[in-house]
Nanobody
């Protein structure tokens, strides 16, 4: 079992930066692939970024590539999402998630554990 708690959301202006954090419980955090997803009002939850636990490889959606960076600290059981050059279209509730899998990590259904989400609002 893994429990996830996100923090760091808020209201920022376009072009600003924000850093989200996700604290995980459980002693086997290092053996989970971790991902970030987001859901805007009226839209489906979409993949943002992921970190594969076996290799440390990271993957990003095209919409955030070059602006967002996912990182993990296994000693602190945390996964972070550094978001730079924010745009109004980045406005959404951001969720972190944990997966026991190492493939198809862009898919929601590969993740068994989810946080409650944190709101990010980017004004123009």
């Amino acid at each position: 079992q893994v429990q996830l708690v996100e923090s760091g959301g808020g209201l920022v202006q376009a072009g600003d930066s924000l850093r989200l954090s996700c604290a995980a419980s459980g002693r086997t955090f290092s053996q989970y692939s971790m991902g970030w997803f987001r859901q805007a009002p009226g839209k489906e939850r979409e993949f943002v970024a992921t970190n594969r636990w076996t290799t440390g490889d990271t993957y990003y959606s095209d919409s955030v590539k070059g602006r967002f960076t996912i990182s993990r600290d296994n000693a602190k059981n945390t996964i972070n999402l550094q978001m730079n050059s924010l745009k109004p279209e980045d406005t959404a509730v951001y969720y972190c998630a944990a997966s026991v899998y190492t493939d198809y990590l862009t898919l929601n259904k590969r993740y068994s554990y989810w946080g409650q989400g944190t709101q990010v609002t980017v004004s123009s």
